[in-house]
């Protein structure tokens, strides 16, 4: 498989984004897909995911009321729409999915779904600037 991501950019606080991600060879059954995202000097975190099966999305308290991810019908592409960005989300972005349970983020949290994603985009940089 694989998360062919576009693209990042610059955008000034307050501002919105959104990026898109086609994912290729998506597992048949369960599975999660959603963004992770990388700052400068600090470890990937799981930023919001949804689960196949159920729809049910997971994110960070950090991003809530301002990030959202949706999907298209065939479930294929999926996006993430940012509003009300702020420096703190200055990363890169990184589509991932794997074939992961439900339920699995209710008993390990999003930390631990982040590492048991297997399949990674490149990753695009999102800069909030003024």
């Known amino acids: 498989g694989a998360a062919r991501g576009v693209w990042g950019g610059l955008v000034e606080p307050g501002g919105s984004l959104s990026l898109s991600c086609a994912a290729v060879g998506l597992p048949p059954n369960s599975y999660y897909i959603g963004w992770v995202r990388q700052a400068p000097g600090k470890e990937r975190e799981g930023v919001i995911v949804?689960?196949?099966?159920?729809?049910?999305?997971y994110y960070l308290d950090s991003v809530a009321g301002r990030f959202t991810i949706f999907r298209d019908n065939a479930g294929n592409l999926v996006y993430l729409h940012m509003k009300n960005v702020k420096p703190e989300d200055t990363a890169v972005y990184y589509c991932a999915f794997g074939a992961i349970r439900m339920g699995y983020v209710d008993d390990f949290g999003l930390e631990g779904l982040r590492k048991a994603m297997t399949t990674w985009g490149k990753g695009t940089l999102v800069t909030v600037s003024s």
């Open positions: 949804i689960q196949h099966n159920d729809g049910q999305t």
